[in-house]
């Protein structure tokens, strides 16, 4: 794999947070911006990945009504608070 370089404007402010992040964690601006941004990609392509299961499913008509939805939703936090207060 080689690496190429990107080009990124921003913000005269938000440089200056990179480069007094840069020195407080001794890691270069280059490594935080790469690692900023395969953070960013790796969450928008599994945000992408679950919407097109979604749609999969909803073709497939493998869905529920908003209220069965809620209630489970309701039933699973209700649930949870009970674990919480019994420990």
């Known amino acids: 794999m080689s690496d190429v370089t990107v080009t990124?404007?921003?913000?005269k402010s938000l440089r200056?947070?990179?480069?007094?992040?840069?020195?407080?964690?001794?890691?270069?601006?280059?490594?935080?911006?790469k690692e900023a941004i395969q953070q960013f990609v790796d969450?928008?392509?599994?945000i992408i990945l679950g919407i097109?299961?979604?749609l999969?499913?909803?073709e497939a008509g493998r869905t529920i009504l908003?209220?069965?939805?809620?209630?489970?939703?309701r039933s699973t936090i209700d649930?949870?608070?009970?674990?919480?207060i019994a420990s």
């Open 8 to 11: 990124v404007r921003m913000p």
């Open 16 to 33: 200056d947070r990179l480069e007094a992040l840069s020195a407080e964690t001794r890691r270069s601006k280059s490594f935080l911006g």
């Open 43 to 46: 969450t928008e392509e599994e």
């Open 52 to 54: 097109k299961r979604g």
């Open 56 to 58: 999969v499913d909803v």
């Open 66 to 73: 908003h209220e069965e939805a809620m209630r489970r939703i």
């Open 79 to 84: 649930a949870a608070a009970q674990k919480k």
